[in-house]
């Protein structure tokens, strides 16, 4: 079985101490998980991929979002995140398979399954492991290493929607 961790969203913006009060994150917490799945998958032979999700950086964008916002500190990966390989890939949209250049190199390298963590549990996370499902590639979530800031009723919802996709959280 030839598995690839995705490490997904650990910028800046969602973070670290500037970051929006919307984005009540355990920093700490998360990013040592994060660091040690990090370190686990590396040493298994697991290729260690990193995907940012980037807002192009217009004038109705600042407004409206105010993070991750291309060119500027709080997009890019988080400062105590250990990265250890030249897999980065941005994003536009959710799922980070859209991103055509990951998604060539996930079928080039022959991954059977992408093993998830990072950021948003309700947001990217399941967008990118719903992703992988229609396209034939088996996903599964890391718990420890995935975090939300939604309410339980919208986690209980896509838990729900991912077990119907075939994605196990391990």
Not at 29 to 50: K, M, P
Not at 71 to 99: P, W
Request: charged content about 30%; aromatic content about 8%.
């Amino acid at each position: 079985m030839k598995r690839a961790l995705i490490v997904i969203d650990m910028q800046n913006d969602y973070l670290y101490e500037k970051r929006k009060p919307i984005f009540a994150y355990n920093t700490e917490e998360l990013v040592t998980a994060v660091n040690g799945i990090i370190r686990e998958y590396s040493e298994n032979g697991c290729d260690v991929i990193y995907v940012r999700h980037i807002i192009q950086n217009l004038p109705t964008n600042r407004l409206l979002f105010g993070y991750s916002l291309a060119g500027t500190e709080g997009a890019e990966l988080y400062d105590g995140l250990d990265v250890i390989s030249d897999y980065v890939f941005d994003k536009l949209l959710g799922d980070a398979l859209t991103n055509k250049e990951l998604l060539k190199l996930v079928k080039e390298k022959s991954y059977d399954t992408l093993c998830l963590c990072g950021l948003d549990e309700c947001g990217c996370v399941t967008s990118t492991a719903l992703g992988a499902s229609k396209r034939g590639i088996k996903a599964e979530i890391i718990r420890k290493g995935t975090a939300t800031v939604f309410p339980e009723k919208k986690v209980a919802k896509a838990r729900k929607k991912l077990e119907k996709a075939g994605v196990n959280y391990i």
